[in-house]
């Protein structure tokens, strides 16, 4: 796989990765206020470590198959970034319930699956870049970092102008360049009947989602979804 588009690939589905949890972070700040929003951080390293887990244990089957797991990753990610928080609404987790009600304990396990998805699906993404770069893994690590960064740096600055619950949406367009760049690197041009769905999903994102049709911001209440509606 030609290195430079697998490293552009790595920098933006890092930065969507991280941008999703600054997303997630803020979102459950309003909806949960500030006792949960922390939780997000072991969100992160639950998808992180069972994604490590995951493919430890797949070992040979994983082997030979790393540009197409790759690219199916991307894939995945554009489907799980809005998926995972529209799914999330629809759990019945309430967080003053917790002390009388044990059931609450199964919801919040299930809330923590359903956050988890992405950065499951990101980590994968970075282990197959790292097994496809081999002798190049200082470069892998810094488009790494460096996505990391800018995509909790760049979602910082959207949120002053977007409503929170729109983020998801939002992080899909990098996850979208990345996953036409995996196509890139690997010579997959027009034969990957998913680029051109791809490509009018990220047309169409620019397109209708406005400024102009956001909706105004209410202010939440303590029985309020857990993540607010577009």
């Known amino acids: 796989m030609n290195p430079r588009p697998l490293l552009g690939a790595v920098l933006l589905l890092s930065a969507a990765g991280l941008g999703y949890e600054v997303a997630l972070t803020r979102i459950l700040s309003i909806a949960e206020w500030h006792h949960f929003a922390y939780m997000i951080i072991s969100v992160a390293l639950l998808g992180f470590a069972a994604s490590g887990t995951a493919i430890a244990l797949l070992g040979d089957r994983v082997r030979g198959r790393e540009p197409a797991l790759f690219r199916s990753g991307a894939l995945l990610l554009m489907i799980a970034l809005p998926g995972s928080h529209a799914l999330a609404q629809v759990i019945p987790f309430e967080t003053f319930e917790l002390l009388v009600r044990p059931v609450q304990y199964a919801w919040l396990l299930l809330l923590y699956g359903v956050l988890s998805v992405p950065f499951f699906i990101v980590s994968s993404c970075i282990v197959f870049a790292f097994l496809l770069q081999r002798d190049r893994v200082a470069r892998v690590y810094f488009a790494n970092l460096l996505g990391s960064g800018l995509g909790a740096a760049a979602v910082i600055g959207l949120l002053f102008v977007a409503p929170p619950a729109r983020v998801p949406l939002f992080l899909t367009a990098p996850v979208i360049a990345a996953y036409l ?19 009018r999903w990220l047309g169409t994102l620019f397109i209708s989602r406005t400024p102009a049709s956001w909706p105004p911001a209410r ?9 607010p509606r577009p």
């Open 181 to 199: 760049l995996a196509l890139a690197g690997t010579g997959k041009r027009g034969s990957d009947p998913a680029r051109p769905t791809a490509a």
């Open 219 to 227: 202010a939440p209440s303590p029985r309020s979804p857990r993540f």
